[in-house]
């Protein structure tokens, strides 16, 4: 079934960057729109941002805008997420999820299992 | 604040039916496919419903969704205590010139 795998986690300073990586296989990663979706301790599931199955359309949570950028490689099978400015209410789980078809209005239908992030100093 | 709105806890005894209410405007769920997702203690989430009432492959026929107007709700019947969960409802929200996705704030089920 579809596998996603996140890497690039890990603890980080206030104000520095860090990119996290989401490795898709067993589905056609070129054909599907992808999101990646967050999750401090103990709180409910934030959305943070989508691309499109060719990386045309892109939206970012209002959170994050300016701060942090979704990009794909079809040719790698891989999708990331650049964050730059980390603040400590940008700790939690991020999770790369598989969108239902092409575009961004679909349902998320596969998660991955998640890469822990902790801004702290 | 969530976009979305769920109670934050519901519970019910083995065997009962729950029902998990969420609530949203014409920007979101109004006018969008409304799909549930399950999240076990120390787990990734899953999909339960898409597009309002379907169920993807594996998922029981226990499990159930409908939508009318701005409201959706997801029905359990035949409660296990493997269903004590955290469940989530998700849609697309539309305003001019952009989108986003949109959760609510989740809902904790208790099978007493």
């Known amino acids: 079934q579809v596998q996603l795998v996140e890497s690039g986690g890990g603890v980080v300073q206030p104000g520095r960057s860090l990119r996290l990586s989401c490795a898709a296989s067993?589905?056609?990663?070129?054909?599907?729109?992808m999101h990646w979706v967050r999750q401090a301790p103990g709180k409910g599931l934030e959305w943070v941002a989508v691309?499109?199955?060719?990386?045309?359309?892109?939206y970012h949570a209002d959170s994050v805008k300016g701060r942090f950028t979704i990009s794909r490689d079809n040719s790698k099978n891989t999708l990331y997420l650049q964050m730059n400015s980390l603040r400590a209410e940008d700790t939690a789980v991020y999770y790369c999820?598989?969108?239902?078809?092409?575009?961004?209005?679909?349902?998320?239908?596969?998660w991955g299992q998640g890469a822990r992030v902790t801004v702290s100093s | 604040q969530s976009v979305l709105t769920q109670p934050p806890s519901v519970s019910a005894a083995p065997g009962q039916k729950v029902t998990i209410s969420c609530s949203g405007s014409?920007?979101?769920?109004?006018?969008?496919?409304v799909s549930w997702y399950q999240q076990l203690p120390g787990t990734a989430p899953k999909l339960l419903i898409y597009?309002?009432?379907k169920r993807p492959s594996g998922i029981p026929d226990r499990f159930s969704g409908s939508k009318s107007g701005t409201s959706a709700t997801l029905g359990i019947t035949g409660l296990q205590t493997g269903d004590e969960a955290d469940y989530y409802c998700?849609?697309?929200?539309?305003?001019?010139?952009?989108?986003?996705?949109?959760f609510g704030g989740g809902t904790k089920l208790t099978v007493l």
């Open positions: 999820a598989k969108g239902e078809f092409w575009g961004a209005a679909g349902a998320i239908d596969n």
């Open positions: 067993r589905f056609t990663f070129s054909s599907y729109g």
């Open positions: 691309i499109s199955y060719d990386g045309s359309i892109k």
């Open positions: 014409s920007s979101n769920i109004g006018n969008n496919y």
């Open positions: 597009d309002n009432n």
């Open positions: 998700g849609t697309w929200n539309s305003s001019l010139n952009t989108g986003e996705w949109v």
